[in-house]
């Protein structure tokens, strides 16, 4: 089975969606697995060399050239699509997607053969424009260097972490407050330079800063922490993501304090994870600080456990080597 992957460059979504189980695919001899990276050549290349055809979200300038040369050689497409196409105005992207993007995200899902997605809920939207629908959550390749990385030595002062992009602003909102005055180090990670990761910076000036890296390189922060903290805006376009920091969190067996909406409400059976209820961070984080450092230890296992369990990588591909199989029939 020849599989056709088109990507413009490695993100961290490519790198999660695309990258990781696809290389797992092309090492384990399941598939034959191309990379072509270049949207130029998009249009210039023999599409029926090739089985399947895979993408995520939406192809570019372009993208109605490139979904109509891949129609013309009647080879089957599948979309990844890992988040909401309807974005807050809050976010950075608003404009952007409002002005042709959503649209070109909903066509590549509805003239798809089919279409792989995160959880459940988004699955519930996209189903409205594409019914063939199938779940591969976010996993880990545990064996990539970045998640195998030596843990820093312990420090009196508890360290609590947080990963992310500077679409989570508003998210950060409901810790900067909450965390004034504790007795701890908050590491944010992620930082580049510019106006909203400033704006960042100075509602939380007690933060460590650490500057944002390569997606091959990202997961290695997490080694710094006793525990991970990751608040999210209850609004729809979050509740359509993944728990995807939750199994990055677990890849060093931390525990991690989640807002008490979805997507992380999907790990309630998860001990690694302590859901924040009304937006009570400062006595969530106090209490992780309480239990100790053994019992957090604990709950960094059971993280693991569950992520190894329901976010298994190998389980996952089966999942999505089915759907191909029945595509290039």
Partial sequence: MKLLILTDG??????HRLFTPHLRMQIDGQADVSVC????????????A???VIFSRWLGA???????????SGTPYVVDIDDYWVLPKYNPAYWVYRKGIKQGVKDAINYADAVITTTPALAKEIRQINENVIIASNCLDYTHKQWEAEPM????????????GVTHEEDLKLIADQIKGMDIEFYICGYTPGEIWNRIAKSMPDAKIVEGTSVFEYGEVYRHFDFVVAPLQDTKFNQCKSELKIVEASAYKKPIICSAVYPYLYHQANDGVLLVTQNDWRTAIQKMIDVGHSVRQSMGVSNYDYCQK????????LTRLQLYKSLCK
């Fill in 50 to 52: 090739f089985d399947l």
């Fill in 62 to 72: 372009r993208h109605y050239d490139v979904l109509k040369k891949i129609a013309d």
């Fill in 153 to 164: 030595e312990r420090t009196d002062k508890v360290k609590v972490g947080w990963v992310g």
């Fill in 37 to 48: 990276q270049s949207q130029e050549e998009w249009l210039t290349l023999d599409y029926r």
């Fill in 310 to 317: 329901h976010h298994n990588l190998d389980l996952h591909n």
């Fill in 10 to 15: 490695i993100n961290g979504v490519v790198y």
